[in-house]
């Protein structure tokens, strides 16, 4: 009677082929590794990207907006109709056009506020036009990570200030600048600079004098 005589490796050829898969997979994990590092960094570039798009068209849409309105804070001060600061990373006016879906009992006209804060770019915004010391400010982060803010506000002599408004006389309290240039820092992007011309003719509110309002 024939035997057939068993395939058998030797250690040495154990050895190796355990070596070769050892290699394959860690060369498989590094790629595999290299694919997914890529990928995640591409999602979060596409997601600052997605969030800069919308901060900035959000703050577009609001100057396209905006209105001759001067309001009153919660002491009672006449405030400008759009007041800015560059030192403080401030843009603070009045638009029109806050839609009210479930009809509410309040103004069309919206009192918000940009600002840069604890490195973030966010929207403040009231309820109400002329507050009371009550009247709680509502907060949206629109960026979370920025670097700086710069602003300057273009007047009827094409000069670029610092600070609106140039004075705060009552007729000065009323206007708009014609412009507003707006340099963003970016961690990623670096400087980006935006230049939004604001309405010529702003539509204003039938109480616009602050004096006037109740």
Same mark, same amino acid.
């Given at each position: 009677m024939r035997y057939r005589q068993a395939a058998a490796f030797t250690l040495l050829e154990l050895l190796i082929a355990i070596a070769i898969f050892a290699l394959l997979g860690l060369a498989?994990?590094?790629?595999?590794?290299? +694919?997914?590092?890529? $990928?995640?960094?591409?999602?979060?570039?596409?997601?600052?990207?997605?969030?800069?798009?919308? /901060?900035m068209a959000a703050l577009e849409r609001d100057l396209a907006q905006a209105g001759a309105r001067p309001v009153r804070d919660g002491y /009672?001060?006449?405030?400008? &109709?759009?007041?800015?600061?560059?030192?403080? /990373?401030?843009?603070?006016?009045?638009r029109l056009g806050w839609r009210n879906p479930t009809g509410q009992p309040r103004s069309q006209w919206q009192r918000v506020r940009w600002q840069y804060r604890d490195g973030q770019l966010q929207r403040v915004y009231w309820n109400v036009l002329d507050r009371?010391? $009550?009247?709680?400010?509502?907060?949206?982060? +629109?960026?979370? &990570?920025?670097?700086?803010?710069?602003?300057?506000?273009?007047? $009827?002599?094409?000069?670029?200030? $610092?600070?609106?408004?140039?004075?705060d006389s009552a007729r000065?309290? &009323?206007?708009?600048?014609?412009? +507003?240039?707006? +340099?963003?820092?970016?961690?990623?992007?670096?400087?980006?600079e935006r230049v939004l011309r604001l309405p010529d003719n702003p539509a204003q509110s039938p109480l616009g004098n602050p004096e006037e309002a109740p």
């Open positions: 498989s994990y590094r790629m595999l590794s290299t +694919v997914l590092a890529s $990928d995640e960094a591409l999602r979060r570039q596409e997601q600052q990207l997605r969030e800069l798009v919308r /901060g /009672g001060e006449p405030q400008a &109709a759009l007041r800015g600061d560059n030192e403080q /990373g401030m843009l603070e006016f009045t009371a010391q $009550d009247s709680p400010p509502q907060q949206q982060v +629109v960026l979370p &990570a920025l670097d700086g803010l710069r602003l300057a506000f273009l007047d $009827d002599n094409q000069q670029w200030l $610092d600070s609106w408004p140039a004075d000065q309290r &009323a206007r708009l600048p014609r412009a +507003v240039r707006l +340099v963003l820092q970016h961690p990623r992007y670096g400087e980006l």
